[in-house]
């Protein structure tokens, strides 16, 4: 017997509210929203287990949103966002609709305040951001993250991965409000006021609700609230123990004033990442980033999601291109830590953000020789990150860059050189090209030590250059 809910109250928790195919074997009851019931289910066809969600009460409008959300699910990949397998009709209620995803088990994030230290806070509020940024590229917009649609997954690691549960709300950037007239609850919380008050203008780019809501959860992480209309005050009455730059970035997330916000969830990913590895002490300028990159958040935006943002900010008086080359190191010094965890797909991931930051800075001319020497040092490195051909690429990209930038010339011709010995490196098995590349390292790192003789890291490359080449050192080194 079917209640008006749709529900059938009577029977087996252990059963589906409808017949479905034989394969899915339930396997529990997982929880409830405004028009889903979702059951723990095996499927014995590919052998694992899945999560099941059904139209609570199958109308036009309930379809269409689960259809919805299955469309966003199918659009994106990664780890902080649940995968979606399969939609289908029950076999006896073709009015209705189920959608077979990824099983995710753990804590909310709801359960969670006050009880994690800060760096766990910062990795988890990076990992979400990275999803939310992958969502928005795929140009979609949540529209109601909040911590109890964030359940902490532990993937047989010990990393734990916040993951995004129910999309039935997310839409594309130009629609995104329409969810509060078709009367599905957000969780006003912590939505962003322009999602509340349909009164307030709605001018400005969608996806800023979802930096918001991050914002939002970062903030219920430290003080166990939600934003008030004092964010600032609260953070400094409840969380005495969050530091200074982490509360100034969490404001920046929840302004009331969208413009005023952090402009792009990779932006955030970025900012939470390098406030993670300004613990390096040989890496001074990384403090500075975070601030920098508040104030300017417009003008970075505008680069990293070709998207052009007005600000009011005095952009010439700050070297905001040096932003690039310290966020191109601070990316590839979490690359690195994510490869030492083999968590390669992730280092994948944030490999690609490194080469974007570095290339930018060489678009800039800001990279002097720690930033080029740094990029230098992550394109030649063997760690399975890139495919030869792709490395390839990589360099000779890099080398036409250079050629471009008006640092000094010897610290072109040195960074030169490293490309072009690891080029010849990667065709050892061509003789022609190898011998191509190793002549145009020599001659580029002669040239570098022309100007300085004495520098020993020139006189180095060169040994290193020409024993490759079995030629005899002719006792520099
Ligand atoms: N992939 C999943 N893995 C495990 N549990 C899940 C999953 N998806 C949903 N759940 C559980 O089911 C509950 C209801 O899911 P969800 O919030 O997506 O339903 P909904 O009806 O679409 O929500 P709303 O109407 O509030 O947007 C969740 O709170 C969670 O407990």
């Known amino acids: 017997m079917l209640t008006e809910e749709g529900v059938d109250k009577t029977a087996d928790p252990l059963r589906f509210p409808y017949r479905i195919a034989s394969r899915y074997h339930c396997k529990g009851y997982l929880g409830s929203g405004g028009s889903g019931l979702v059951f ?77 230290n800060i760096e766990t806070t910062v990795r988890l509020i990076q990992k979400l951001a990275e999803g939310v940024a992958q969502l928005h590229a795929a140009g979609l917009v949540h529209n109601d993250i909040n911590p109890t649609n964030v ?55 969608r996806e800023l609700v979802d930096i918001y809501s991050l914002g939002a959860l970062m903030f219920f992480l430290f003080t166990g609230q939600a934003p008030t209309s004092n964010p600032e005050q609260q953070l400094n009455e409840h969380a005495a123990q969050c530091p200074a730059r982490l509360k100034k970035l969490i404001v ?22 390098a406030y993670r590895y300004q613990r390096y002490s040989w890496f001074p300028v990384t403090a500075l980033v975070i601030t920098i990159t508040i104030l300017f958040t417009a003008t970075i935006a505008a680069f990293s999601d070709n998207n052009s943002i007005a600000t009011t900010e005095p952009l010439e008086q700050i070297d905001v291109e040096s932003i690039w080359t310290h966020q191109g190191i601070a990316y590839s010094l979490y690359t690195k830590e994510l490869l030492r965890q083999n968590r390669l797909r992730e280092a994948r991931q944030q490999a690609n953000l490194t080469v974007r930051f570095f290339q930018s800075a060489l678009k800039n001319n800001s990279a002097e020789i720690t930033a080029l020497s740094e990029f230098i040092d992550f394109l030649e490195r063997d760690d399975g990150l890139f495919n030869p051909s792709e490395r390839t690429a990589l360099l000779l990209d890099t080398a036409s860059r250079i050629e471009k930038t008006e640092v000094e ?24 090209l190898h011998s191509r590349w190793r002549e145009r390292a020599l001659s580029a790192v002669s040239s570098a030590l ?28």
């Open 40 to 116: 723990k289910a095996w499927d014995d066809l590919l052998q694992r287990m899945v999560a099941i969600k059904f139209i609570r009460n199958p109308t036009f409008v309930t379809r269409q949103r689960l259809v919805s959300e299955a469309r966003a699910l199918a659009k994106v990949n990664h780890p902080s966002l649940c995968s979606i397998y399969d939609i289908g009709e029950p076999v006896d209620e073709h009015s209705s609709l189920f959608m077979v995803m990824e099983l995710i088990e753990g804590a909310r994030l709801s359960e969670l305040a006050g009880q994690l």
């Open 151 to 205: 359940i902490i997954k532990h993937n047989n690691s010990d990393e734990p991965i916040p993951t995004l549960i129910d999309l039935s709300v997310a839409d594309t950037p130009s629609k995104a409000y329409r969810n509060r007239q078709t009367g599905f609850g957000l969780t006003p919380l912590f939505s962003a006021p322009e999602q509340n008050d349909p009164k307030l203008k709605q001018t400005h780019r």
């Open 252 to 273: 920046k997330c929840v302004a009331n004033d969208p413009a005023q916000r952090i402009q792009s969830a990779s932006l955030l990913a970025q900012n939470l990442a």
């Open 409 to 432: 010339q010897h610290i072109r011709a040195y960074a030169l050189a490293k490309i072009y010995f690891k080029l010849a490196k990667l065709h050892r098995s061509q003789p022609h």
């Open 450 to 477: 022309e100007q300085h003789p004495n520098s020993q890291r020139y006189q180095q490359l060169r040994c290193i250059i020409k024993a490759e080449n079995q030629q005899s050192s002719g006792g520099t080194c």
